[in-house]
């Protein structure tokens, strides 16, 4: 089968269903990992970096996999499984949203950047890394 975008497998097949899983435990546990490396104190007013790191590298790194995959082609189970299962399960909107929350009632100013800075640097992660993929496939 090939792996142009007009002949993916059905989203259902055991193989993308499997990998979307593994990807996202795996996402999980490295997300885990990083929370657990720099441990935030937003209770506190800290800043919480492990949670921006995250998000920044997995915005960059999706673009990069979508814009390849669009362009190059990976085998059927790649994008739901890098894309949704490891980076779905390493990024977090939820709990940006909370720590968003919690230093708001701590730090409004901390919050307030906080909440700009990360959205406007995964945003800018994103656009970086899905024009370099594209020079990449460019050449």
Known sequence: MSSS???RRHPLHPRTLVAVAAG????????WGAEA??????????WPWATLLVNVLG???????VVHDDRVGHAPWVRP???????????????YAVQVAVLGAVSPA????????????CVGAA????????????R
Do not use: I, K
């Open 5 to 7: 975008t007009g002949s």
């Open 127 to 138: 656009a970086l890394a899905g024009g370099a993929a594209l020079r990449r496939v460019a």
């Open 24 to 31: 996202g435990a795996v996402g999980a546990l490295l997300r």
């Open 59 to 65: 915005s960059a790194a999706l673009a990069w996999l």
């Open 110 to 121: 901390t919050a307030l950047v906080y909440l700009l800075a990360t959205a406007l640097l």
């Open 37 to 46: 490396a720099v441990v935030p104190q937003v209770d506190q007013g800290g």
């Open 81 to 95: 499984g890098v894309g949704t299962g490891l980076l779905g399960g390493f990024t977090t909107f939820s709990t």
